[in-house]
């Protein structure tokens, strides 16, 4: 099938999607407990408890679909590079030669250990060294991602500065996407089980996620400069080809995101400051919680255009 005019795999992109999305809920809900939900409503042990409840039961969610689209996307590698289809790539032990033999196969066990790790931590969640370590294996799992994509092809000094950036791009997408899915569970219990003064406390969640908004935005800014210069190398490769066409449709995405992430911080937070000591502006809170839910939209259509810009040959090699 083509999208933008590019030949793609649709059950790979969909599968590599899908498992981006996950990996991204994982580290960023565990992100935003840790950073927002925690420090700012401290002041709120039973309205704490109720977010943390909700935000471990997403990641519970985020782990589960990324394992399952994890298994299938190296199933559809193994059918890739084996040249079986899917039954054959599961009964003939082609998977166990595409683990035991490529990069792919050995950060996907890596990735499904860490997986393990994460899921035991979240049975002792109770225990603050568990969290810890959970948090630990959520990050090093999305960020192990840098491995298995054209970061993990280039070879050499470059090769290492691109994981690096690479890696650090997957972490800040997952702090600022799945940041944004924890701040919405926050404001779903807002909405159905406000704790006593709970205005003030999603106020101070709004503020302190804003600040890891920033963090997370010049982080991708940095770090997908460094994927551009290495993956497309010039301005006529980004307008000449299907893959540069592309990663200029995810600029359009972000550059919306961004300026809806500017709005709330400059436009909608004073207002609600306001609100809450005047006890009026609930238009402010509605709004934010809309602009909340159109970067998540975006961030998931971004992860499908990676989902396609990891399959197609990068925009560098195609121009001379
Ligand atoms: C919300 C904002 C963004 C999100 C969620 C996001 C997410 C991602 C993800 C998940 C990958 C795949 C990494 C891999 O397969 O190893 C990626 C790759 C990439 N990103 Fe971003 N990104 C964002 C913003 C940006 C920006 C602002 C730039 C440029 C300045 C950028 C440039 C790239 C490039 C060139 C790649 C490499 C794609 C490839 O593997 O071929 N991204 N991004």
Redesign the pocket.
């Known amino acids: 099938m083509s999208f933008f005019a590019a030949e793609i795999d649709g059950p790979l992109v969909l599968t590599?999607a899908i498992h981006?999305a996950a990996s991204?809920t994982v580290a960023g809900v565990l992100t935003f407990r840790g950073l927002v939900a925690q420090p700012a409503l401290r002041p709120s042990p039973e309205g704490y408890a109720i977010v943390q409840a909700r935000l471990v039961g997403l990641t519970w969610a985020g782990l589960a679909v990324a394992v399952a689209t994890g298994i299938l996307w190296l199933t559809l590698e193994t059918m890739m590079l084996a040249g079986v289809a899917f039954g054959e790539a599961i009964r003939s032990g082609a998977m166990l030669v595409v683990v035991n033999e490529t990069q792919f196969g050995l950060v996907s066990e890596i990735r499904g250990g860490l997986a393990v790790v994460l899921a035991a931590c979240l049975m002792l969640d109770r225990f603050a060294l568990a969290r810890w370590v959970g948090l630990a294996a959520g990050l090093s799992l999305v960020a192990a991602?840098?491995?298995?994509?054209?970061?993990?092809a280039t070879l050499g000094g470059l090769g290492d500065l691109h994981l690096a950036a690479?890696g650090l791009?997957?972490l800040?997408?997952?702090a600022?996407?799945g940041g944004l899915a924890g701040l919405s569970v926050l404001f779903a219990v807002g909405r159905r089980r406000p704790a006593p003064g709970w205005g003030p406390l999603q106020f101070d969640a709004v503020g302190r996620f804003s600040i890891l908004g920033i963090v997370?935005?010049a982080a991708?800014?940095?770090?997908?400069?460094v994927?551009?210069w290495?993956?497309?190398g010039s301005v006529r490769a980004l307008l000449v080809t299907d893959?540069g066409r592309l990663?200029l449709v995810?600029?359009a995405?972000?550059i919306i995101?961004?300026s809806l992430a500017a709005v709330n911080r400059v436009s909608l937070t004073p207002r609600l400051v306001a609100g809450v000591k005047s006890g009026a502006e609930p238009n402010a809170l509605a709004a934010l919680k809309r602009n909340t839910l159109v970067e998540i939209a975006?961030?998931l259509a971004?992860?499908a255009?990676?989902g396609v810009?990891?399959t197609?040959h990068?925009a560098i090699h195609l121009v001379e």
Do not use: E, Q
């Open positions: 590599r981006f991204a991602i840098a491995w298995t994509g054209h970061a993990g690479d791009h997957l800040a997408a997952s600022w996407i997370s935005v991708l800014i940095a770090s997908g400069a994927n551009t290495i993956l497309v893959y990663l995810k600029f995405a972000f995101m961004v975006l961030g971004i992860f255009i990676v810009l990891g197609l990068p």
